[in-house]
């Protein structure tokens, strides 16, 4: 069941992102450049687990799209900042905006206690994988 929620969740989210104007991969992409002072290329590309030729054709998009711009950093010239425009901090905060709304309207259909049962539950499963992560960080 929780599988079949999850795909389900994936795809109404993925949904309202397209409403919003960007993929999956863009709205991360944004959504790790939230950072006013701008990430490093390097950085981000870590940050999202891809690998840089990803992250370059990402950027290249986002960068033609007037959504970010690329800088040099003030220190190191090996180092290229990505800070997002106007324009991709809209289009950040819309997807944002749409993940939000989409999941506030799903869990309006749970009574608050059920919305308390839920929390109870996700909170217990998540000390469950903190603590597994902890074990095979000791092992």
Known sequence: MMAQFGKAYTRRIFSEMERAGTTPARARLLMALQ???????????????????????LVDGLEAEGLLKRESHPYDRRVTLLRLTEKGLRVSRESMGANCATAAR????????????LARILGKLLEGLRAEEAEAVDA
Do not use: F, I, Q
């Not at 309006?108 to 308390?116: G, I």
């Open 35 to 57: 950072c006013p002072t701008g990430a490093k290329m390097s950085e981000v590309g870590a940050r999202l687990g891809v690998t840089p030729r990803n992250v370059t054709k």
């Open 106 to 117: 799903l869990y309006e259909r749970l009574s608050a206690a059920e919305r308390r049962a």
